[in-house]
């Protein structure tokens, strides 16, 4: 039978929805589609990213996507209060579905349940069998035993306020609130004057969060900033993996030859969790290929995948500091004194592109925890990461 698609993108999020839409840009003549198991493709996210984060060029072809961008961010710290230059952009769940439907036409198909997917095939779940060149697999990150993470976990509510909230940036990250256990911050996008997303967020050891106690968290910190909640306009929730330590190669082996996209393929920053850039850089180098089949495209998205995993390393190192040395409290200061190095310093780190120089400073000084503990996180040698030695 011969192909009916020359590729099948399974699951309708930010990375699959990249991949399809630079496909449609570069390689228009691909027949190219797009499953969606929920009503909508995008799920219900905001994806934000730095400037520095992705190329000029990539900034032209995501334009269309962007549904907020402001000039510069704020950081809050016991000891440390900080505005940051370079602009800051948002893309919204709703203006992402809203470019690939306008985009892709019957080429993105909804309500699409999969139940089984090889490298060539798809299974409907009304029995529907496709074929393809190609079958990539987007549908999220799930645990494995050859990764070893932590969670930063979230809750997000967009609230319209009784007044102006006075805003004209975003606050990255407040960490002056209770820690309640691990590195907890307040992180707030100014939508308008009179709307704000709120989110509580908690770098912790386990994917959990306690919902009435961080919608509770939310209406405290609102209250303390003065500002009036009115209507909640939507809520979302989510659990990032900040990555440890691991081994990738058998993590990869164990796809079997499948390609995959975005969370499920391991891409996403070791320590903010952001996977945009990431999704953007992969689906350039998709539609920059020359041949489609599915080890082709396997082997485009593996080599991808390692350069990453091995260009990542410095941070694991650092997340392994902030996870297992010291006191869970505490850790909101490994994040202050970060926060307190040079702008260009901090700019690379969200990119990923930290140089030589970068990491020596980072690590440079009195660890903000306990030396000894800070030595073994780094050696991998304490009792949870023994197993994950040989990195």
């Known amino acids: 039978m011969a192909h009916a698609w020359d590729i099948i993108l399974v699951g309708g999020g930010l990375a699959n929805g990249l991949i399809a839409l630079r496909l449609r840009q570069q390689r228009p003549a691909l027949r190219v589609l797009l499953l969606e198991a929920d009503s909508q493709p995008g799920g219900n996210h905001t ?38 230059a370079g ?43 496709l074929r393809a060149s190609a079958v990539i697999d987007g549908r999220g990150y799930t645990p494995d035993k050859h990764l070893n993470t932590g969670s930063q976990s979230f809750l997000g509510q967009q609230w319209r306020l009784r007044q102006p ?24 996008l100014p939508i308008s004057a009179n709307e704000l997303l709120i989110e509580d967020t908690h770098y912790i050891d386990a994917a959990r969060l ?8 939310i209406a405290d910190y609102a209250r303390q900033q003065g500002w009036y909640l009115e209507s909640l306009v939507r ?23 499948q390609p995959c996209s975005g969370l499920r393929a391991g891409l996403f920053h070791a320590t903010t969790g952001y996977s945009l850039p990431h999704a953007v850089a992969l689906a350039d180098a998709i539609a920059g290929s020359t041949e489609f089949s599915a080890a082709a495209v396997f082997s485009v998205i593996h080599r991808y995948a390692l350069h990453q995993w091995h260009a990542q390393r ?31 310093l901090i700019a690379r780190f969200y990119a990923g592109q930290l140089n030589l120089a970068d990491k020596a400073r980072i690590l440079a000084g009195k660890p903000p925890v306990p030396v000894g ?3 073994l996180a780094i050696l991998k040698l304490t009792p949870r990461m023994r197993a994950f030695h040989h990195e």
């Open 314 to 344: 410095f941070f694991r190192t650092l997340n392994r500091m902030l996870f297992l040395a010291g006191d869970a409290d505490k850790r909101w200061q490994v994040m202050q004194r970060f926060y307190s190095l040079n702008e260009g």
């Open 210 to 217: 306690h919902l009435s106690a961080t919608r509770q968290n």
């Open 87 to 129: 602009e800051y952009l948002s893309i919204t769940s709703a203006r992402f579905a809203a470019v690939l439907k306008e985009t892709l036409g019957e080429s993105l198909q909804t309500d699409a349940a999969v139940t089984d997917i090889t490298p060539e095939t798809v299974t409907l779940a009304d029995g529907t069998r």
């Open 165 to 188: 909230h006075g805003l004209t940036r975003p606050i990255l990250m407040d960490a002056t609130v209770n820690q309640q256990g691990g590195y907890r911050f307040v992180y707030t």
């Open 373 to 375: 503990e800070a030595m």
């Open 47 to 84: 994806w934000s990213f730095h400037e520095g984060d992705i190329t000029p060029d990539q900034h032209r072809w995501m334009a269309p996507l962007v549904a907020h961008r402001w000039q510069g961010y704020d950081v809050r710290f016991p000891r440390l209060n900080r505005t940051l």
């Open 235 to 257: 809520e979302e929730q989510g659990h990032l993996p900040i990555m440890l330590a691991g081994d990738f190669p058998a993590y990869w082996q164990a796809r079997d030859k």
